[in-house]
């Protein structure tokens, strides 16, 4: 069936640190990735976004890898800082009115 | 510029009512999505809504309907309350029907059924 799945549900680093947060799809048809960050007591916050027709895409502290051999997404954050920290979902989309989003991954930055 | 905007922010209903959220898109974004999310998990979809016409549906029992009205903002209703329709509810906006946009999101209405 569908589905967007994360290897980690939650990821502890130190302030500081590079943080890697993984995410695997299902569905091959999916040409448009999106990584959200929701803070307690909001809604979803668009970070950034990849095509499938690139392998990675840089944001300002952030950078999109796509896998597409393995069906595998990932968002690096650089020099983690404690408003980082949040849970994170990878949405996928394949050309329909819908996205599907992950179970989500809990990053926590340490002091 | 206002995001998108969702009212209520928090709702207690009991088992077998109805309720109505509400939402705003950012202006000049004519599409609307719906989505629940449970606690603990991702977003699930609902609804997409377009020019006032419904563009799809998610796998969401008939209980659950809504509409766009001709300035773009959207309702959600949902009949017959369950406890297991206890979540967050979300609303985005995009600016067009493609789903190549990243959604903008509000920070939704938490709906607790008791």
């Known amino acids: 069936g569908e589905s967007v799945g994360l290897h980690l549900p939650t990821l502890s680093v130190q302030e500081g640190d590079n943080s890697i947060i993984n995410c695997a799809y299902s569905?091959?048809?999916?040409?448009?990735f999106i990584w959200y960050k929701q803070e307690s007591g909001k809604g979803p916050q668009f970070i950034i976004d990849i095509r499938s027709n690139m392998d990675k895409r840089q944001g300002q502290r952030v950078t999109v890898l796509l896998n597409k051999t393995v069906k595998h997404l990932s968002l690096q954050i650089a020099a983690t800082q404690p408003g980082d920290s949040a849970v994170y979902f990878c949405?996928?989309?394949?050309?329909?009115?819908?996205?599907?989003f992950g179970t989500g991954t809990r990053l926590k930055v340490l002091a | 510029d206002a995001g998108v905007t969702q009212s209520p922010t928090h709702l207690i209903k009991t088992r077998g009512q109805q309720v109505t959220l509400r939402c705003s898109p950012i202006s000049g974004h004519k599409s609307v999505s719906w989505y629940q999310q449970v606690l603990g998990q991702g977003p699930q979809f609902i609804f997409q809504y377009y020019e006032k016409e419904e563009r799809g549906r998610g796998n969401f029992p008939d209980r659950f309907s809504a509409r766009q009205f001709p300035n773009y903002s959207s309702e959600l209703n949902v009949n017959a309350l369950l406890l297991g329709d206890s979540a967050l509810y979300l609303c985005?906006?995009?600016?067009?029907?493609?789903?190549?946009?990243?959604?903008?999101f509000g920070s939704g209405t938490r709906l607790t059924v008791v």
């Open positions: 949405a996928e989309n394949s050309g329909t009115y819908k996205y599907i």
């Open positions: 569905n091959s048809a999916s040409d448009y």
């Open positions: 985005a906006s995009s600016p067009g029907q493609a789903n190549n946009y990243g959604y903008t």
